[in-house]
């Protein structure tokens, strides 16, 4: 456990050089935050932390430069220290909440991996803290980024497409039993939910990041083959505030894997269908048949490509902190995807519609996910 009170003092802010950034947690996904922190010229990984300190070690050397990352024998020495400008936390969801507050009371910023938190109620408490400390929350939702994202992000908003109408969401990815026998997975008290929250919410983020501000949700959990607490599957239809209505649907079972968003608008059907990542070949803008080739034309995706991934979003959020603007809106809006996932929850335990105005009236899944599921294994 960390102690906020043994370092509130803020840690220096100096940006004259590269942003000193730290990570916790050196599993897999780490590598992804410090390959992006390398290609980002404003930003030095200059420290490591993790439980073990022989992993901390060995990717301390990975990553290493000349100069370092120093391995920090614990959280709470590496903030006392006050060498870091941003933590990265790269740690499983049990622990985000409380090492994010920590770095934010001693001044840091902040870079979190999904989902960034147990329940809505701990983000709530993340965001808190960064907003009283003057600090940023950007939490780590890298389908957003892509030069095709944008581009489409910006047809659908300038209304170049036509009203959009309806739409899908699916996640269908594939986890086999030893997936769950990680000792934190598959648990409400550590991993705080199942694959819609662990798995579906990544696609959940960029449909709404395309759509904008959800209005309802009702879902369903359901646990079809797997030995957990949670469910494997789960459905539900969202309604979104410019009138979409989107079926969601997100799987742990599903053998050929894919990752797909469909938008059906008066002019256009857009596709993205592709697993953990998309470039421009993933995407699809399909025309009505009455649009005119020219008027098809104008919506070809730029000539210039960058994939989705975590260099584009590091590189925009450090750029932000470095120039004390408001992160970009690929890193913005932490809550809102955690808000659809949590509605879907509430929604399966209450077997009601969730609207944005009642969400929070649910308290027991405001403080954890947890929710009965419709068991149906055989």
């Known amino acids: 456990m960390t102690d906020p009170a043994a370092h509130t003092a803020h840690a220096p802010s100096d940006t004259s050089g590269p942003m000193r950034a730290a990570i916790i947690g050196t599993g897999a996904i780490a590598n992804a935050h410090a390959k992006a922190i390398a290609a980002t010229p404003n930003a030095e990984l200059v420290a490591v ?25 614990s959280l709470d020495a590496l903030l006392a220290a006050r060498n870091v400008e941003v933590l990265h936390i790269c740690t499983p969801p049990g622990v985000h909440a409380e090492q994010a507050i920590a770095a ?18 701990e983000l709530d408490a993340m965001t808190e803290a960064a907003s009283r400390n003057d600090r940023r929350l950007a939490v780590v939702f890298q389908q957003r980024t892509g030069t095709a994202a944008a581009h489409v992000r910006q047809l659908l908003e300038s209304g170049a497409l036509g009203r959009p109408l309806v ?18 997975r598959g648990r409400w008290a550590t991993e705080g939910g199942g694959p819609t929250l662990g798995l579906g919410i990544h696609q959940i983020d960029l449909l709404a990041w395309l759509l904008g501000d959800w209005a309802s949700v ?29 079926s969601v649907t997100t799987s742990a079972l599903s ?75 690929t890193a913005s809006d932490p809550a809102r995807s955690f808000e659809i996932v949590t509605a879907i929850y509430s929604s399966a335990a209450t ?28």
């Open 255 to 329: 053998p050929r894997e894919v990752s797909t968003i469909r938008i059906d608008t008066e002019l256009a059907t857009v596709t993205v269908d592709h697993l953990y990542g998309h470039g421009h070949e993933h995407w699809r803008i399909s025309p009505a048949p009455h649009v005119h080739e020219s008027m098809a034309a104008r919506w070809a995706l730029p000539e210039a490509e960058e994939a989705s991934g975590h260099e584009p979003l590091v590189r925009d959020i450090y750029r932000a902190l470095v120039t004390g603007g408001p992160l970009p809106p």
């Open 167 to 184: 739409a899908t969401c699916e996640t269908l990815w594939y986890r086999d039993p030893a997936y769950f026998a990680v000792p934190w």
């Open 218 to 246: 009702h879902g369903r959990l359901w646990r079809l083959a797997r030995e957990t607490e949670m469910e494997d599957v789960s459905t539900a239809t969202v309604e979104f505030e410019n009138g979409v209505v989107a």
């Open 351 to 378: 077997g009601r519609t969730v609207t944005r105005q009642t969400l929070r009236d649910d308290t027991d899944r405001l403080r954890s996910l947890e929710s009965p599921i419709t068991d149906l294994r055989r």
């Open 104 to 121: 934010f009371d001693a001044g840091l910023h902040v870079i979190c991996e999904k989902p960034a938190a147990l329940s809505l109620g």
């Open 49 to 73: 932390v993790d439980r073990d300190a022989e992993a901390a070690g060995r990717f301390a050397e990975l990553w290493g430069n000349p100069a370092g990352p120093a391995v920090a024998s």
